[in-house]
């Protein structure tokens, strides 16, 4: 086996340990609810699809807003209780694309998507996980002002956590999409694929949706199957992620190959090869000779190629 | 420690392992999906809602039909493609409730929920995966025939794997809820609950769904503490399963107590209370003085629990 590399101290996954306490139990509370609204300690993020905003500030870019500063930024949508940090609550206004389109254009702010917010390193670490929060939720009241059981109109209950349709009766809680996301690995080497979207040079672990009916070691076998064409035996579950892009929860694995040979679905991926460890820990580094590259830190492929490279994973 | 009590062999966790290859490039093929379903040797499974009909046969119940066995049960709404078994097609066909309500009264059928054909072992085994994907994605359709961004009734496509609305154009795919369900352990005990639903003497693991924006070590953590106020540490992943109630995907899991004293929502539970790993292996055996038992072992439950009892777990 090579020597294990020396990567540096491990960052930390993006958008997870948040510091938010949810309180369940008050969403239900109308009157508890607007008690925390009208607590001058209460603070919003403004997120208007992608788009979240940021205040320009003496001491950087601060992503919350008071109620009232939020919602005179122009036409708001839902707003979504988060949850509670010290006792004061947090909250997730949408802002209508109007609105967040408007504010671009404004030298009192940065108006940008939560991708580049995360990678740039934007705001304070901590904003990451109640963006992530309540970006998803915003998503799935922005999809679902509908009933899909019978096409009526629905209304936003519970402080956000449910819709409930006032024709059929029916109730709807937000989505969440199961996605798994996986390094398949023989040995020293692993298989590593490049998406149409990716940008630069770029290689990642593959990835695809749980569907009804599956366990996620299914999935990952399933997936790796059509996308590479390489059977995977066992699987050993790594870490998950919540990735608001719009509603999904990154399972991470790794799956030991069975067989080697790569067969392309170019319908899903524009290419993927075998890399072996040390060209991997090279991409990590960002020393790669061609430049070749891993994802940044702040996405779960990141800390699943890295615990192959330091060989923690192990197959029980 | 105790000493490991011999529990016997290990049952088949319920649900996975299917051998249906879900061949997911023909879905968009309608010629195809037509052809496969013009084969004589296709079968369907005929689910209405939580019921499946079962046909009696000499050599016990079947739960597949050819298509025109299946469409002359009464009327039908959705046709699924579940995928292919030895080149031959097997689908789901959405019984509607009259249908299903009617065959229970014909002697040459059985027609009952899906759990209780699990658990009494009605049907060959493998039949139970197929069976659970078609239930999830029929279930689906049946509550997303409107479109949730705007209204209108949309249409099924993609032999079942997807809705399209004519009006908006928006798309929208099968939903799959993940729930984490988890055993609170520390040293030789553990926290089991009863929730208000169970019949009888059953004690279980505790279970609540993931929300927006959480990893699922976190809502393993924030579950556990708001059902019977027990503060976690280190989560350690199981299993997974789909669990077709109507459409989760259980995410079992063992977590690290750090708390002891239990405080119950009785919103949620009737009970919880800390019980030793020796009264435990009396409840996976069905020899507990006083009747206790855990679930049966189509659940994951079981699984759970059982590998705690028998000290297979570790914490890293």
Redesign the interface.
Known sequence: MSPRPDLGPKPRLG????LIE?A??QRADAAAIAALESDPRARAYAIGGELVALKKTAAGLDPQFTLPEARALGPTAETVFLGLLDGAARFAIALERSTAEALKAREDFVVTDLRSIAIQGLVEVDHL??I???K??LH?HA???????????SNLVEAG?RRDCPACH?Q???????VVIMLPIAGERCVLGRSYRFQGSMWSCLAG??????????AVR?ETH?EVGITCGRVS?F????W?FP?S?M?GCHAEALSREIVIDRGELEDARWFDREEVALMLLRQHPQGLATPPSVAIAYHIIRAWVEQEIEFR
Chains 1, 2 share one sequence.
Do not use: K, M, V
């Open positions: 958008y997870t340990a948040s949810r369940a139990e996980p109640p992530a929060e309540g998803a939720l799935w999809r679902h002002r509908f009933c899909s059981n019978c096409g009526a109109a956590w029916g709807h809680f937000p989505r969440t999409d199961p949706f749980i569907e009804p009916g599956e366990a996620f070691e299914d399933r059509e579950y870490r998950s992620q919540p608001p509603t929860l399972i």
